[in-house]
């Protein structure tokens, strides 16, 4: 799906990952499930591009539904695959994690479970090596995507800043459609592992200048940063 000149996303509500296109080639930013590797090839195609202008992959943490053809893209084409480095244990496997599910709806627990197994969430793979970056990195990259901190969700959780994108990718600082309950709108995301850490997090996004503030999972916003951290810290209250 594009949503910009130089935006594309794959996946849906569910589960999203997202390519930055430019002149120089492309960025990745998450890489969703496993089964979201025909999605990547598709939306390529759409493009008029294919995997060989990808010049790199930046994850937002490591959790399993963030990684999913990560491995693989970097195996198959040589992609270099960057993720914080309090994060890069858990993008190797390294560390497992156990996820605090809180309340839920069945229905909508369901829908994401069977579009997890029907994408491949039980296939993924680890990474078997990553690019570690920091808080504040530019990196050389399509879009000079730069490296924004939001310790919470996971101790090494970033939001990616592409101004030729006009866009903030969120991981799963925020989102947009709890998956756990179907409830819409921003709002804290779940399985996240200091919930306090991750609320103060926010204040990182504040003064970021873009149109688009895209989350893992969710229906991508658009009617700005300051009214999305708002409307989080009131559903967290």
């Known amino acids: 799906m594009k949503l910009g000149p130089h935006l594309h996303r794959i996946g849906n509500d569910l589960v999203a990952a997202y390519l930055v296109d430019t002149d120089e080639g492309i960025t990745v930013i998450d890489a969703g499930l496993a089964g979201h590797w025909h999605d990547l090839?598709?939306?390529?195609?759409?493009m008029g591009r294919s995997a060989a202008d990808i010049r790199g992959l930046v994850l937002t943490h490591g959790d399993t539904d963030h990684i999913g053809f990560a491995e693989r893209l970097r195996r198959e084409y040589g992609v270099p695959v960057y993720v914080h480095e309090e994060d890069?244990?858990?993008a190797r496997g390294e560390v497992k994690t156990k996820p605090a599910y809180g309340k839920i709806k069945l229905r909508a627990l369901a829908?994401?479970?069977w579009y997890g197994m029907r994408k491949g969430g039980l296939r993924t793979e680890y990474l078997g090596e990553v690019v570690p970056v920091h808080d504040g990195q530019v990196l050389d990259l399509p879009g000079a995507p730069r490296i924004v901190g939001m310790p919470g969700h996971?101790?090494?959780?970033v939001a990616?800043?592409?101004p030729v994108a006009d866009a903030v990718f969120a991981g799963d600082a925020l989102t947009t459609r709890h998956v756990l309950t179907g409830r819409p709108g921003p709002q804290p995301a779940p399985f996240t592992d200091d919930p306090q850490q991750a609320?103060?997090?926010?204040?990182?996004?504040?003064?970021l200048?873009?149109?688009?503030l895209l989350p893992g999972h969710g229906t991508p916003w658009s009617a700005g940063i300051p009214e999305a951290i708002a409307a989080i810290k009131a559903a967290a209250a």
């Open 41 to 46: 090839h598709s939306e390529l195609a759409a």
């Open 88 to 90: 890069a244990a858990r």
């Open 111 to 113: 829908g994401f479970l």
């Open 154 to 157: 996971s101790p090494g959780s």
């Open 160 to 162: 990616i800043h592409v």
């Open 199 to 207: 609320l103060a997090s926010l204040e990182h996004l504040q003064d």
């Open 209 to 212: 200048k873009a149109s688009w």
